[in-house]
Structure formats: C-alpha cells, structure tokens
C-alpha cells in the first residue's frame, strides 16, 4: 500500500511539475463533475423509488374506492333542532359567541344519508375555539367537523376570526 502511494505522489508532482496550475484545476473539474453526476444519479434513483411507491399506493387506492353504504347504528332519523340545539348548548358552555349560522340540509340521491349542515362563524381566543369545537364533536355521534379555518386580520385583534362548518347525518328514508 505504501508502494502505490508513493507512486501516486511521485506521478501527482511530475505532472504538477510539467502543467503547473492547469493540471490543477482540471483535476479539481474532474473531481467537481465526479461528485456532482454521482449526486444526480444517486437522486435519480430515489425519485424512480419514490415515484414506484407513490404509484403503487394510487393504484391501491383506485382498485377499492371508499364508500359509505348502509345506515350506522349512530345515525338516526332526522331532526332538525337536533343541530342547532348542540351548537347553541356548547356555545353557551364554552362561553363564545356564534355568528351567522346558515343551515342547510342536502340530498344527494346517490348518497344513502342526509347532511344537515352549519356554517357559522365564531370569534374566539384559539383554546376556547377547541374546546367548543370538542364540545360539539362529543355530543353526538352523527356530528362531524367539515370546516375549520381562523384568521387575524391584523396583529392588534385580541382573538382570529374562525369559519367552522358542521354536519349532522341522518338516514334518508326517515325524511321520505
């Protein structure tokens, strides 16, 4: 081993000697393009490994699409104070305030339930805002968040300003 670096040396510094700085930075090129191509491949190949398992994961999913069919045990038949009287019952146990609540309730014929949704807006230290939302998650099985986006417009305000949506289901052919 100690032969071959005394070779290396004794070839490195007869070139050096007979190119000077050229032979230099043409070996610091080489070197450069070396690390770098290496790095390209090695990237390369973790992106096909990357790409193979996303799509092995996309086609997994297209093969068994999801979707809800039946009536759960915890969805009952429809009740339209049933929302209103649990937004309104933990808004109050929380102590936050609900503004502008928009019901509506949908009928997709293809879906086997009915949505009753809430939009609403609440305005709200970010803690309390969790809690009411908890509150309402908690008091019934057939309630779900959809929507739940706060803001500030500007760093003075005390509290964000929070857009929440909340859907009830029910089975449809309790309203038919």
């Known amino acids: 081993m100690a032969s071959l670096r005394n070779y ?4 490195w510094s007869r070139l050096n000697a007979s190119y000077g700085r050229v032979f230099s930075v043409a070996c610091v090129i080489a070197f450069i393009a070396l690390v770098t191509s290496t790095a390209g491949i090695v990237a390369h190949q973790r992106a096909r490994a990357s790409q193979a398992d996303f799509d092995e994961r996309k086609n997994i999913l297209a093969a068994a699409p999801i979707r809800a069919t039946g ?3 915890n969805v009952g038949a429809f009740d339209g104070t049933q929302l209103m ?4 019952a933990s808004a109050d146990a929380v102590e936050v305030d609900l503004d502008e609540l928009v019901y509506t309730l949908e009928e997709a014929p293809s879906e086997p339930f009915l949505r009753y949704r809430a939009r609403f807006g609440v305005t709200a230290s970010y803690p309390d805002v969790k809690r009411f939302v908890d509150k309402v998650l908690n008091s019934a099985p057939n309630l779900s968040l959809d929507k739940l986006s706060c803001i500030k417009q500007t760093i ?7 857009d929440l949506a909340v859907s009830a289901l029910y089975t449809r052919d309790a309203i038919e």
């Open 71 to 73: 009536s759960p045990a």
């Open 156 to 162: 003075q305000e005390d509290f964000p300003t929070c």
């Open 85 to 88: 009287t649990l937004l309104h």
């Open 8 to 11: 290396v040396q004794f070839q």
